[in-house]
């Protein structure tokens, strides 16, 4: 490199690399000069009911029986009963005149979609005409890996959901527009507060080498390589009581595993996220059925991309080999060589994946617990929302040093296939690894899948092999997503970025960063301004890492498709619309087309529910009948006669019940929405049509003493006429 003399112009690089760290450092210098005022203040003084709040709560549980799961894209990953029901949680934001609100739906999905969106917004706009609309609604999903899948419109996630589950999308349309008019009818004046805290111990960065990447001087301004902050934006009545809250915390919904040594689960739960908002409003409506309490609690993901719960790290599970029970290798997350048996474990290895699911919760739950009880700030101001569609494929812009850059057509890496520490990939791809080597028989029959990338789009995707080139598959329609959900939602000083992709730690960092510095150097908000994100919400676009995180290309970065600027055109895109969040904003903000409609094109290959049959017995007997005595830590199991769960999903009802005797008369404290009870649905055989409901209850230490009984709701369809409901009991035993 020849040497630099006085007046010479310096290298690009240089310049990105100054500008990159002096930016870091001036954000994290805010960021905790925020900090430090919300938890050295004195208990929020309750402000005035400058705001309208609203808050609503509905079940969005689809079939949870002979249906993929998503999140882990295995395809034998098949539901066969349920854990813990699926919720969407609706928070609207409204200023005193009403004039302006937001809707902000915290939904127990993997991740938000177009077409699901397009259904909601549709809905609300005829329900509530020039109220609700494209603009101020945000569907964002917790990212739990253990719902009912199929309800994505693009054609690359429905691959091993054997395409579209209009089912699975219908439950979760008809449940999120309930909890959005049921939060509409709540509206009432009140107050917002917001507050941090920190949670150790909850998640860790599942691809470190990534983050290594990343500048010494960007690393060295942050303790840790995940943000282990809490956000909780509290929402008051008029009288300074809560009505709930939404938390923002960055760890995946992959407490339970699609496999590992101990389970292979297919029970339909709402991992981590789902469990920290059962226990809250449990602890606050301890005798209300979940989804029934009045507080409701939203626990939203951030960013999520390189997050783990699985806080004890990876290790080998290869039993008979040399390297069994040791740690992963570092760079590519392997195990002698292969990904597939290295598994991330959860504080709760030892017992179950169930276990390190309450753990996660749990330490989420009273963390938020610790701000709303604790010191907060008075959220004061403007509401407003702004929302515009991008094109991302082929998208110019400049970069703040003046260089020209575009981003990429849609396109999944070779990593992507090697998976993560959370749920290892396939055949022999590993993370990490930018030749195409490491699977060469992929690179001669990829071309059958999708189409071969040209050179233009091998050069822009570089330095990512490319496995799948999806932004060029459009048969029999789009395989992925080219254009995104910009939006931004604004209560005050309070800012919400709602992302259309999982950014990792530093990804997160970078953009929250950039967004409050042009909030604040616009004149828009002062130095107490909040700027959390919430994600993936709207359409899914994959994940979104830094450029020094793209070029090592672990899963993370081979999943980001739309190549190595995708973060910086997100972070010159939102910039570009801070005007729209000030009090009195003019203009429209520029916007690309919507993206085009899929769902009317979607294909789907499961078989309908044929008939039931019940054998020599009715619906609803009893195969395995209850004890007579149990005590606390106990199991109780009964068997009943059962029919196809999707025949009925019982949305806002149950499937089972534990039922205790009360005056005489048997009163519901249990149902498949709690985290105790669980229904294992069993095909026992096809040709007859029969199967079987294996109910489980394991009793809490606290439950009272008393006489209970389990029950089981069902529906049964005939051959011919219609689906008619049954129930059945078993026989009545002791808790003592």
């Not at 049921?182 to 917001?194: F, I, K, T, Y």
């Not at 339970?256 to 040594?261: D, G, L």
Request: negative net charge.
């Amino acid at each position: 490199m020849p040497l630099l003399t006085y007046g010479s112009a310096l290298p690009t690089d240089f310049y990105d690399l100054v500008s990159s760290v002096v930016t870091s450092m001036l954000n994290a210098f805010w960021y905790s000069v925020t900090l430090l005022t919300a938890l050295t203040a004195a208990p929020a003084v309750k402000a005035a009911s400058q705001y309208q709040l609203g808050l609503g709560v509905a079940d969005i549980t689809g079939p949870i029986v002979e249906t993929n799961m998503m999140g882990y894209a295995d395809l034998s990953q098949t539901d066969t009963g349920i854990h813990m029901r699926q919720f969407s949680r609706a928070f609207i934001v409204a200023d005193s005149s009403g004039d302006n609100r937001f809707v902000f739906i915290n939904s127990d999905i993997a991740m938000g979609d177009s077409g699901v969106r397009r259904s909601i917004v549709s809905r609300l706009e005829q329900m509530y005409p020039d109220v609700y609309g494209d603009d101020n609604i945000a569907l964002i999903g917790t990212h739990q890996h253990s719902g009912v899948g199929g309800y994505l419109e693009n054609l690359l996630p429905q691959l091993t959901a054997l395409g579209y589950v209009e089912q699975t999308a219908n439950a979760i349309i008809d449940g999120t527009v309930l909890a959005v008019q049921r939060a509409h009818e709540s509206l009432a004046p009140g107050s917002l507060s917001v507050g941090n805290t920190t949670i150790l111990d909850a998640n860790i960065n599942r691809s470190p080498s990534a983050y290594l990447n990343n500048p010494e001087d960007e690393r060295a301004l942050y303790e840790y390589d995940q943000d282990k902050d809490m956000t909780v934006l509290r929402f008051d009545d008029a009288d300074g009581n809560a009505r709930g809250l939404l938390s923002f915390f960055a760890v995946h919904g992959t407490s339970i595993y699609q496999a590992s040594n101990l389970t292979n689960n297919t029970l339909v739960s709402s991992d981590n996220k789902g469990m920290a908002a059962y226990l809250y409003e449990a602890y606050t409506d301890p005798d209300a059925m979940p989804g029934n309490a009045t507080f409701v609690a939203g626990f939203t993901q951030a960013n999520v991309g390189d997050t783990s719960p699985n806080t004890l790290g990876a290790y080998c599970e290869s039993p008979g080999k040399e390297w069994h029970g040791m740690a992963c290798e570092f760079n590519h997350s392997t195990c002698g060589g292969t990904v597939q048996d290295c598994h991330g474990r959860g504080p709760g290895f030892r017992v179950s994946d169930f276990e390190s699911n309450r753990i996660i919760g749990e330490k989420q739950y009273l963390g938020a617990r610790s701000i709303m009880e604790g010191s907060r700030l008075p959220v004061d101001g403007a509401v407003r929302s702004v929302h515009v569609y991008l094109t991302m494929a082929n998208h110019t812009f400049t970069l703040p040093n003046g260089t020209a850059v575009k981003t990429c057509p849609a396109a999944m890496g070779y990593s992507f296939a090697g998976g993560t520490t959370d749920g290892p990939g396939a055949f022999d791809f590993v993370q990490g690894d930018n030749s195409t080597t490491q699977n060469p028989f992929w690179e001669i029959v990829k071309g059958a899948v999708n189409p071969y990338p040209s050179a233009a789009q091998i050069e822009c995707q570089r330095p990512k092999p490319i496995l799948l080139n999806t932004g060029y598959a459009h048969t029999p329609y789009e395989w992925a997503t080219a254009t995104v959900n910009i939006q931004m939602l604004r209560a005050g000083n309070f800012v919400m970025l709602i992302m259309p992709g999982e950014l990792t730690t530093m990804a997160g960092r970078r953009i929250r960063g950039a967004i409050r510095e042009e909030l604040i150097s616009s004149g828009i908000l002062s130095t107490d301004a909040y700027v959390v994100m919430a994600g993936p919400a709207n359409t899914y676009a994959h994940y979104v890492t830094t450029p020094e995180e793209y070029d090592v290309q672990r899963y993370e970065g081979a999943s980001t498709i739309f190549g190595r600027y995708t973060l910086d055109a997100y972070i010159d895109k939102y910039t570009s619309l801070v005007p729209f969040l000030g009090d009195s904003p003019s203009g429209t903000p520029a916007s690309d087309a919507a993206p085009a409609e899929q769902t009317s094109k979607a294909i789907s290959l499961q078989t309908g529910v044929v008939f039931d049959g019940s054998g020599s017995h009715s619906f609803g007997d009893v195969l395995i009948d209850a004890g007579k005595s149990y005590t606390g830590g106990d199991t109780v199991e009964v068997q009943f006669v059962a029919a196809n769960p999707r025949n009925n999903l019982h949305l806002g009802t149950t499937f089972l019940s534990v039922d205790r005797q009360v005056s005489g008369q048997w009163k519901t404290v249990r149902t498949d929405a709690h985290p105790s009870t669980r229904l294992h649905w069993v095909r026992t055989n096809t040709v007859l049509g029969t199967s079987t409901a294996n109910i489980t209850w394991t009793i809490e230490d606290s439950t009272e003493a008393g006489t209970y009984r389990i029950g089981y709701y069902g529906d049964s369809k005939p051959v011919i006429g219609s689906i008619t409901a049954f129930s059945g009991f078993s026989s009545e035993f002791t808790v003592s």
